[in-house]
């Protein structure tokens, strides 16, 4: 079992910054593979984010080059940072947890959730 808090959301004006915090428990990070994702308002949660054991990362196209996806494996947390924040990047942000080994932007790979923290970017 892994459970999973997200903190760090807010409300900043486009071109601002956010670090999105995931504490995790049950487990520790590094033994399984850790995904951010994003679902705005009536749209599909949609891949972000995912950070695997081995430490290699993937990142969607629409956050290439301006978010990243880290882990403190001593604190036991998984982090987002978020630069460049743009108004299409408004919606609730969930951690989540893959304990496969494969399939990393795909939702249904991931067994445990947080239970989200909203982001909303002004323009």
């Known amino acids: 079992q892994v459970q999973l808090v997200e903190s760090g959301g807010g409300l900043v004006q486009a071109g601002g910054s956010l670090r999105l915090s995931c504490a995790a428990s049950?487990?520790?990070?590094?033994?399984?593979?850790s995904g951010w994702f994003r679902q705005a308002p009536g749209k599909e949660r949609e891949f972000v984010s995912a950070?695997?054991?081995?430490?290699?990362?993937i990142y969607a196209d629409s956050v290439k080059g301006r978010f990243t996806i880290s882990r403190d494996n001593a604190k036991n947390m998984v982090y987002l940072q978020m630069n460049s924040l743009k108004p299409e990047d408004t919606a609730v942000y969930y951690c989540?947890?893959?304990?496969?080994?494969?399939?990393?932007?795909?939702?249904?790979?991931?067994?445990?959730w947080g239970q989200g923290t909203q982001v909303t970017v002004s323009s």
């Open positions: 989540a947890a893959n304990t496969g080994y494969s399939d990393y932007p795909n939702l249904n790979a991931y067994a445990y």
């Open positions: 049950g487990r520790t990070v590094s033994s399984y593979a």
């Open positions: 950070l695997k054991r081995s430490g290699g990362n």
